[in-house]
């Protein structure tokens, strides 16, 4: 059982350039960019009386699941919260196809019964509104791959709020007796809701400490910076695979917005905020591209016009939309 740590001072990010190539990189900045425009325009479709329910945006955390799709592939099995826009993006959902979801019409991805918080794909098991609530289903698939032998892992992502529910222990348990090949990866973005994790969970340090409980390795990843959780992830998903079974990872990042779009986030200062703001993934990565020669400035701002546009296509597509016809209203769901 060992602990690991990913970041600026540990990891070389020249050589994990160099080893993933700056193709893999740049389509990393254009994932990041189009994820944060998605991001944008969603919240603005949403102050503008388009979108209903709930929103939470992942703008800030992009490096971490960017990276881990990067790594892992789609022939895995993953499940997420309900901040889940960027990991339905990632795993082949179109722009068009979320926005309309968000927007409640009938072309969304779940044909406007989920909303913001529940988007699927191929290989997404869904995004989960209750805290803690997805892990045992990840570890379900995990289970059944085993089960059916198709060496498939499970990647699960949760907040660090989860780690104070029974079910993150149970699940973690449970995974670890049966030897399931379930990669846990803790996004801890400093609160749940309102709450700061100094004030929600025990142990400062919550890979390092809580994975000893289990007799699992866990990793401390900086989850702000791409190459540390590409490097992270890459040494993780070699020993997924080679032993088959569960891992823990925490990736310390911030998140930008509230936790909700309803969230005036009053519980942390606008120096605060302005501080957090400075380790944004997105600049600092082109910034490094650009140094490496990876990126020219204009080929930066050609992308970013890029996904602005496929973004705002997106919206153009959610309002010109049909609303599922309510004679619909029985289909697809679970109890009709
Ligand atoms: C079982 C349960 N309890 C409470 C809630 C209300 N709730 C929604 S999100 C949230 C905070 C979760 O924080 P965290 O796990 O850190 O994820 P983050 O929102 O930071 O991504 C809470 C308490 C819920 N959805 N489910
Ligand atoms: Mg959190």
Redesign the pocket.
């Given at each position: 059982m060992s602990q690991f740590f990913f970041n600026q001072q540990e990891i070389k990010a020249v050589e994990v350039l160099k080893k993933m190539g700056k193709e893999h990189a740049l389509e990393a900045l254009k994932s990041m960019l189009l994820i944060r425009h998605f991001e944008t325009r969603g919240e603005a479709s949403y102050r503008q009386g388009f979108v209903g329910g709930f929103y939470?945006s992942y703008a800030g955390q992009e490096a971490i699941q960017v990276a881990a799709v990067q790594v892992f592939g789609q022939k895995h099995w993953y499940a997420t919260?309900?901040?889940c826009h960027a990991l339905a993006l990632l795993l082949g959902a179109t722009p068009n196809e979320l926005m309309a979801e968000l927007f409640g019409r009938a072309t969304g991805n779940a044909k406007g019964r989920g909303g913001s918080m529940h988007l699927y794909a191929q290989r997404l098991l869904g995004g989960f509104?209750?805290?803690?609530?997805h892990l045992p289903i990840a570890a379900g698939a995990a289970f059944s791959s085993k089960y059916l032998n198709k060496n498939e892992l499970s990647i699960c992502f949760?907040?660090?709020?989860?780690v104070a529910?029974g079910s993150f222990h149970e699940t973690l348990n449970l995974a670890t007796l049966w030897n399931l090949p379930v990669i846990f990866v803790i996004?801890n973005?400093q609160?749940?809701?309102g709450t700061h994790v100094n004030r929600a969970i025990c142990t400062d340090g919550i890979a390092r400490f809580q994975s000893p409980s289990y007799g699992i390795d866990g990793y401390t990843i900086d989850g702000m910076d791409y190459f540390s959780c590409y490097a992270g992830f890459a040494h993780v998903y070699q020993q997924a695979m080679a032993e088959q079974r569960p891992i823990l990872v925490e990736c310390v990042c911030q998140?930008f917005r509230g936790?909700s779009i309803s969230d005036p986030g009053l519980y942390r200062t606008k120096e605060a905020l302005n501080e957090i703001l400075q380790s944004d993934p997105i600049p600092y990565l082109a910034a490094f591209l650009q140094q490496q020669g990876g990126v020219s400035e204009q080929a930066y701002q050609d992308l970013d016009k890029w996904a602005r546009e496929l973004i705002l296509e997106a919206v153009e597509f959610a309002k010109n939309s049909p609303w599922p016809s309510v004679a619909t209203l029985g289909e697809e769901v679970y109890a009709p």
């Open positions: 939470h919260t309900y901040r509104a209750i805290v803690g609530g949760l907040g660090d709020g989860a529910q996004e973005n609160w749940g809701m998140r936790h």
